[in-house]
Nanobody, 119 residues
């Protein structure tokens, strides 16, 4: 059974930093690209960053230069380092594995972790 457990969210002031973690289980973690997504109130879920099996990364334009993504295959964990946070980064953040063919996320999601950027 696939499980994705996100953690590390919280309340942070503008300009601050957070590091999110996503512990995965129930599948061969190292065999999949992984992505971080976010969903703000009233908005659709959107891709924030992804990391391939080999460590190649891609970022949405709105986080380039501020966020980084990494993975630890030994721990089946993917991380999202978020710096220079802005109020518009406020959202619930989720991770997911990506389908090899389409790079779209699978249907099963974790509970997410809330990130709130506010003074």
């Amino acid at each position: 059974q696939v499980q994705l457990v996100e953690s590390g969210g919280g309340l942070v002031q503008p300009g601050g930093s957070l590091r999110l973690s996503c512990a995965a289980s129930g599948f061969s973690f190292s065999s999949y690209a992984m992505g971080w997504y976010r969903q703000a109130p009233g908005k659709q879920r959107e891709l924030v960053a992804l990391i391939s099996r080999g460590g190649t990364t891609n970022f949405a334009e709105f986080v380039k230069g501020r966020f980084s993504i990494s993975r630890d295959n030994a721990k089946s964990t993917v991380y999202l380092q978020m710096n220079a946070l802005q109020p518009e980064d406020t959202a619930v953040y989720y991770c997911n594995a990506l389908r090899p063919s389409s790079r779209s996320p699978y249907d099963s999601w974790g509970q997410g972790t809330q990130v709130t950027v506010s003074s």
